[in-house]
């Protein structure tokens, strides 16, 4: 079973009918055991950095997350509540991956928001995928480089567009919106 982590932001109904479409047995969950004993965990979101990491730690899903050992898959805000600190809202998050979340600069037009390609490392996630490839993004604040870097991308500045830590896995991007390349992604996270 892959357990989507429910929390106090958007876009986890698209991510679990996504997975579904897949042939996944999926559930929306915020059940400490069930996220636990899950084979794959997916940690979705759209929203705001601080009032999720909020939610997060009075629900003690925080310490929860940081201790998976399964595979996990962060998306847009789970790419940078992954993070280990965001300055949106002045966020302590989880601290999986050593990147400090900032907003783009006022210089050009924010959000991000459209289709881009990747630079991407060699990785079982994009499996398949080909250089040309886009994926759908829509966001305001970005993680920036670092050695967990998994793939890169361009907008007004390099940022990272996924991540990886061990068993954590996570990217900047919508897969679930981001047409047959997102959900052949998906699915080399879900046939890990």
């Avoid at 900032?102 to 250089?131: C, Q, R, Y």
Wanted: aromatic residues 10%.
């Amino acid at each position: 079973m892959v357990a989507i982590i429910q929390y106090n932001a958007g876009n986890i109904a698209s991510v679990e009918n996504a997975v579904k479409r897949l042939g996944f047995p999926c559930r929306v969950t915020g059940d400490i055991e069930e996220i636990r004993g899950a084979e794959k965990v997916i940690f979705p979101g759209v929203g705001e950095a601080s009032s999720a990491m909020i939610y997060l730690r009075e629900r003690k899903l925080d310490t929860v997350i940081q201790s998976l050992a399964q595979p996990v898959l962060g998306i847009c805000l789970g790419l940078q509540l992954m993070c280990k600190k965001s300055e949106e809202g002045n966020s302590t998050c989880l601290g999986i991956f050593d990147a400090t979340v900032k907003k783009f600069p006022a210089a050009g037009i924010v959000p991000h928001m459209g289709w881009n390609s990747l630079l991407t490392k060699d990785s079982p996630l994009f499996t398949g995928l080909e250089k040309e490839d886009t994926f759908y993004f829509v966001h305001s604040y970005y993680a920036g480089l670092c050695e967990q870097t998994l793939a890169s991308c361009e907008y007004l500045l390099p940022f990272s567009a996924a991540m990886q830590q061990d068993n954590f896995f996570a990217t900047q991007f919508h897969p679930e919106k981001s047409g047959n390349v997102g959900e052949k992604l998906l699915l080399n996270f879900l046939k890990m």
